[in-house]
């Protein structure tokens, strides 16, 4: 699937591309009107720059529960 792709926007001024967010999930294709489901990259921009500098492997063992709402048309 498309977990773990990127949700990128462009800027107004130099017209880059930055990444905004990490796809965690989707209950459907991405052509219908339910929400995806993000990570927001800016509160973690630390502790990647750490990872990439130290090239460390790291391996995550913890889970979050959420709860899941529907939304209908």
């Known amino acids: 699937g498309d977990s ?3 949700l990128k926007m462009t800027t ?3 017209k880059a591309y930055s990444i ?3 796809t965690s999930f989707r209950q459907s294709v991405c052509m219908d009107s339910t929400p995806g489901i ?3 990259v800016n509160k973690y ?3 990647i720059d750490s990872i990439i ?3 460390q492997l790291v ?3 913890h889970s979050t529960t959420l709860s899941v709402r529907k939304y209908l048309n």
């Open 53 to 55: 500098r130290n090239k």
């Open 38 to 40: 993000y990570t927001r």
């Open 59 to 61: 391996i995550c063992s």
């Open 4 to 6: 773990g792709g990127p």
């Open 20 to 22: 905004v967010g990490v």
């Open 12 to 14: 107004t001024e130099t």
């Open 45 to 47: 921009v630390d502790w």
